[in-house]
């Protein structure tokens, strides 16, 4: 059994973003998961963009967890994670041209989990190209499709891929065919046949087989056998499905409640959040301290080298937003939290954190559920000194942070009520401040 990180005993932990995604997770999860045994993805797919920067070389993942990198920890994609079969492979082939190649001892996946096809991809994009107004933004990776078959009764899972004749035969191609062919149509796509759905899994499936498994019962033993377990979420809480920005969400629900049914295995433990020290979004939906196109938010942008991970897109920067955390906190259960990115704000004289939403004369401290109010509710801010000219590049010790970083810590934790545990000043592993002793 591995060594806790601060002397740490829970023996399960689950790390998720509290914002819009691209919190730091990646980095945060490769730089804990040398205290636990296993890492286990439960919910998205390869929409992720997640980033690792090891000994200077940098490691991008979209659907492995990220605890690839550690030799000694086995890695799990859930039952609750999309899986699109040949981007996985193209995946694991990138890991392995950089020194990180996997074996079947260390990669898990489970036979439950769905699969994402070439027909799910182009609906996705197609849908997206017809929306004049309303579009979500998507990564365009084939993920609302894909769980939409999930829910409906007409998906495959990774376990089919032990019988492809049998998926030919079988019950949901006829029913996958008839609901895909119809929305094509519509949308202008050429109709497609049982042998579209199948073209090229034969080719991977027997690379990919000695993969799968029941997942679940596998970390049931590890659980059984006094393995530790981390839990490593995608995406962001605003973007859950069902306490996001609905409908500008993702497919799936990213907050820790979907642990369990997202891996096969309960298990009670710590709860980290990781949240920016500023906010970000890519893709449409409101976000009330949205500052594109300013001076702030360029600088947030530019300093924060803010471009999306999986697209490449612009990503939208403003100023951290205690509405949206103080919802987030009480939704997920939040020990504790990491706060990221805060070098990003070295270069600033002033920093700002939205403290409520103003709309028809009234103030919100609580989160205005009605999308449509949070779209055109002002942020309130309250402005604090900023530490210009003290870097935190280098910073590893919590008497090095400057007093200023430490007061607009302080302030987030006393308006949060909950405790920051780390600070993170750099995408390396190493680039990051433990706060406290011994609190969990
Ligand atoms: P994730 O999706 O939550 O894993 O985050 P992403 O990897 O998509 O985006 C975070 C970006 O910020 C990546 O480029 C990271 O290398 C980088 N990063 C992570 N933590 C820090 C930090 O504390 N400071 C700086 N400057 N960059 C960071
Ligand atoms: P990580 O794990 C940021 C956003 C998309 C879009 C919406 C729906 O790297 O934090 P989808 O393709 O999921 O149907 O798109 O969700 N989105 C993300 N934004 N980080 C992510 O993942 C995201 N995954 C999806 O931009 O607005
Ligand atoms: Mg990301």
Request: net charge negative; hydrophobic share 40%; proline share 2%.
């Amino acid at each position: 059994m591995k060594e806790k990180k601060d002397g740490r005993h829970e023996q399960a932990l689950t790390v998720f973003g509290c914002q819009w995604g691209d919190e730091g997770k990646g980095k945060l999860v490769d730089w804990l998961a040398d205290s636990y045994d296993v890492v286990v993805r439960f919910q998205g797919g390869h929409n992720a963009g997640h980033t690792l920067v090891v000994d200077g070389k940098t490691v991008k993942l979209n659907v492995l967890p990220s605890g690839v990198v550690r030799k000694d920890c086995v890695n799990v994609v859930g039952n609750g994670v999309v899986v699109d079969p040949f981007a996985l492979v193209e995946e694991m082939g990138r890991l392995e041209d950089l020194g990180y190649g996997l074996d079947s001892e260390r990669l898990r996946l489970s036979e439950r989990a769905h699969m994402i096809l070439p027909v799910h991809v182009e609906l996705d994009c197609a849908r997206e190209l017809q929306a004049e107004k309303g579009k979500i933004g998507t990564t365009g990776r084939g993920i609302g499709p894909a769980y939409e078959d999930k829910v409906g009764r007409r998906g495959f899972r990774l376990g089919d891929l032990r019988d492809i004749g049998g998926m030919r035969a079988d019950v949901r191609m006829r029913s996958l065919l008839w609901h895909h062919n119809a929305l094509r149509v519509s949308l202008g796509l050429a109709e497609v046949g049982e042998d579209f759905i199948l073209e090229g899994l034969a080719g991977i499936s027997e690379l990919l087989l000695p993969y799968v498994g029941d997942v679940s019962r596998e970390l049931g033993a590890w659980r059984s056998g006094g393995k530790s377990v981390l839990f490593e979420g995608a995406q962001g809480a605003m973007l859950d499905m069902d306490y996001g920005t609905y409908p500008y969400v993702t497919s799936s629900n990213t907050l820790p409640g979907q642990v369990a049914t997202g891996s096969g295995l309960f298990m009670e433990g710590y709860v980290l959040g990781v949240a920016k020290a500023y906010t970000t979004r890519v893709g449409s939906g409101p976000m009330v301290s949205d500052l594109s196109g300013t001076g702030e938010g360029i600088m947030l942008r530019d300093r924060g080298e803010e471009y999306g991970t999986v697209t490449g897109r612009e990503r939208r920067c403003g100023w951290f937003d205690l509405v949206q955390m103080r919802h987030v906190c009480q939704l997920g259960g939040v020990d504790g939290l990491a706060l990221t990115k805060l070098d990003v704000l070295d270069g600033f004289d002033e920093i700002y954190v939205c403290e409520a939403y103003e709309h028809g004369g009234e103030r919100f401290y609580e989160m205005p559920l009605d999308v449509r109010v949070q779209e055109v509710a002002k942020p309130v801010w309250r402005k604090f000194s900023g530490w210009k000219g003290k870097s935190h590049v280098g910073v590893r010790r919590r008497e090095d942070v400057a007093s200023e970083a430490l007061s607009y810590v302080s302030y987030l934790e006393e308006a949060l009520e909950v405790s920051i545990e780390f600070l993170s000043v750099g995408a390396s592993r190493d680039a990051t401040i433990v706060m406290k002793d011994l609190t969990f």
